[in-house]
């Protein structure tokens, strides 16, 4: 789950990394009132759950109040397009209102899982305010790693040394060994799966202060946060991934043409694959889970044909624990109360696959049925073109 990046200040802030003050604003008035409370010279940043905001025009200095309030004016409502966000854009519903700050130098830092050691490893860079998939494409050595180890944790040596790498010197070095070892203690009591400061700045006086925040949460422990739960923003989400979501289903919007319902993520990847190999590409990742009933590919089915961009609808269940009748039997009674104008290719193989045909042969519906999974992804490419 991904949150703004007002709120992630906030959590880091608790935990001691410093950030500047701020105010949300939802209107240009509010976006004037807090610049007078923060002294006039502020920078407007747009809300939304995206990087590259800046180059999109979403982040504004403003010189006074009254600059505030225009910034805000311009920024709030419109269709902001970044690099994240697709050619569609966001739109922006909140502004932040954030004292303007004393920059010498900008730096980065970031915790990631590194799924190669299934370890957190902590990141830092003097290259800060790029975007650090450029910075290690183009310029790898300027990039500082630590390994947390989960038996003790980030050391406090490992810490001073990103700082020292970092080039920081004096208050700043000595800020920074803290900055980081607050960072990691956060990321782990949040169970989070991505934190980034980026930028960190040096200012004039030597200090430390983050001057943007990013944080994601690993979904499977929200159930652990009742307090993170509530700063997730469903406006900032595909409506077909919050519908999903509220059904317990796996699902992910692409920008494809064949809408997928496959069960396990493994076979789900395996089949957007053959799906581009045969010349058409996946309009959706959609796994139902192993214990699949009616009521849930029902749902599945019903936000599958819900995407204008799906042409065609490919099921391709394996029956291992879930059975392939019960699929079956979801899939037609889905049918019978939706009006469905798309070709439909299933597959079913494994356990009950005998009887889900059976169910699906005397249901008087039309789809295409196939054995082979290459024999199914060339008839959901065919009713692609064909559509």
Same mark, same amino acid.
């Given at each position: 789950?991904?949150?703004?990046?007002? *709120?992630?200040?906030?959590? $880091? !802030?608790?935990?001691?990394?410093?950030?500047?003050?701020?105010?949300?604003?939802?209107?240009?008035?509010?976006?004037?009132?807090?610049?007078?409370?923060?002294?006039?010279?502020?920078?407007?940043? %747009? !809300?939304?759950?995206?990087?590259?905001?800046?180059?999109?025009?979403?982040?504004?200095?403003?010189?006074? &109040? =009254?600059?505030?309030?225009?910034?805000?004016?311009?920024?709030?409502?419109? !269709?902001?397009?970044?690099?994240?966000?697709?050619?569609?854009?966001?739109?922006?519903?909140?502004?932040?209102?954030?004292?303007?700050?004393?920059?010498?130098?900008?730096?980065?830092? =970031?915790?990631?899982?590194?799924?190669?050691?299934?370890? /957190?490893?902590?990141? &830092?860079? *003097? &290259?800060?305010?790029?975007?650090?998939?450029?910075?290690?494409?183009?310029?790898?050595?300027?990039?500082?790693?630590?390994?947390?180890?989960?038996?003790?944790? /980030?050391?406090?040596?490992?810490?001073?040394?990103?700082?020292?790498?970092?080039? $920081?010197?004096?208050?700043?070095?000595?800020?920074?060994?803290?900055?980081?070892? %607050? $960072?990691?203690?956060?990321?782990?009591?949040?169970?989070?799966?991505?934190?980034?400061? #980026?930028?960190?700045? @040096?200012?004039?006086?030597?200090?430390?202060?983050? $001057?943007?925040?990013?944080?994601?949460?690993?979904?499977?422990? /929200?159930?652990?946060?009742?307090?993170? *739960?509530? /700063?997730?923003?469903?406006?900032?989400?595909?409506?077909?991934?919050?519908?999903?979501?509220?059904?317990?289903?796996?699902?992910?919007?692409?920008?494809?043409?064949?809408?997928?319902?496959?069960?396990?993520?493994?076979?789900?990847?395996?089949?957007?694959?053959?799906?581009?190999?045969?010349?058409?590409?996946?309009?959706?990742?959609?796994?139902?889970?192993?214990?699949?009933?009616?009521?849930?590919?029902?749902?599945?089915?019903?936000?599958?044909?819900?995407?204008?961009?799906?042409? &065609?609808?490919?099921?391709?269940?394996? =029956?291992?624990?879930?059975?392939?009748?019960?699929?079956?039997?979801?899939? @037609?009674?889905?049918?019978?109360?939706?009006?469905?104008?798309?070709?439909?290719?299933?597959?079913?193989?494994?356990? #009950? %696959?005998?009887?889900?045909?059976?169910?699906?042969?005397?249901?008087?519906?039309?789809?295409?049925?196939?054995?082979?999974?290459?024999?199914?992804?060339?008839?959901?490419?065919?009713?692609?073109?064909?559509?």
């Amino acid at each position: 789950m991904k949150i703004h990046e007002f *709120q992630a200040k906030e959590i $880091l !802030q608790k935990f001691g990394v410093p950030v500047p003050s701020g105010k949300v604003a939802t209107s240009p008035s509010d976006a004037r009132s807090a610049a007078e409370e923060l002294g006039g010279k502020v920078v407007v940043k %747009a !809300q939304i759950h995206a990087g590259g905001r800046g180059k999109g025009g979403g982040v504004k200095l403003a010189g006074d &109040a =009254g600059e505030a309030e225009q910034h805000a004016s311009d920024i709030l409502g419109m !269709q902001l397009v970044t690099h994240q966000t697709g050619p569609e854009g966001q739109k922006v519903k909140q502004v932040l209102i954030e004292e303007a700050t004393d920059i010498d130098r900008e730096l980065y830092l =970031g915790i990631v899982l590194d799924r190669a050691t299934s370890k /957190l490893v902590v990141m &830092a860079s *003097q &290259a800060g305010g790029m975007d650090i998939e450029q910075v290690a494409a183009e310029t790898p050595e300027k990039i500082l790693k630590e390994t947390i180890d989960p038996a003790v944790g /980030l050391q406090p040596f490992q810490a001073r040394r990103l700082a020292f790498g970092m080039g $920081l010197e004096g208050d700043a070095f000595k800020e920074g060994g803290r900055l980081i070892m %607050a $960072l990691a203690k956060a990321f782990e009591a949040t169970d989070s799966s991505l934190f980034e400061i #980026n930028p960190l700045v @040096v200012t004039g006086d030597n200090h430390l202060i983050a $001057l943007d925040a990013k944080i994601n949460f690993d979904d499977n422990a /929200l159930y652990l946060h009742k307090d993170l *739960q509530e /700063l997730r923003d469903l406006d900032e989400e595909a409506a077909l991934e919050v519908e999903a979501s509220k059904y317990e289903l796996n699902y992910i919007k692409l920008d494809g043409e064949v809408g997928c319902m496959v069960n396990g993520a493994g076979l789900a990847m395996a089949t957007m694959d053959i799906i581009q190999y045969a010349g058409s590409s996946p309009a959706n990742f959609l796994d139902v889970g192993g214990g699949t009933n009616v009521e849930r590919v029902r749902n599945a089915f019903r936000i599958l044909i819900s995407d204008e961009d799906v042409k &065609a609808v490919f099921i391709n269940i394996f =029956g291992g624990i879930v059975r392939c009748d019960r699929v079956a039997q979801g899939v @037609v009674e889905a049918l019978g109360d939706l009006e469905v104008n798309v070709p439909i290719i299933i597959r079913l193989q494994g356990t #009950n %696959a005998p009887e889900g045909a059976t169910i699906l042969k005397e249901s008087g519906l039309e789809f295409t049925v196939a054995m082979e999974l290459k024999e199914a992804a060339g008839a959901v490419v065919e009713a692609v073109k064909a559509a």
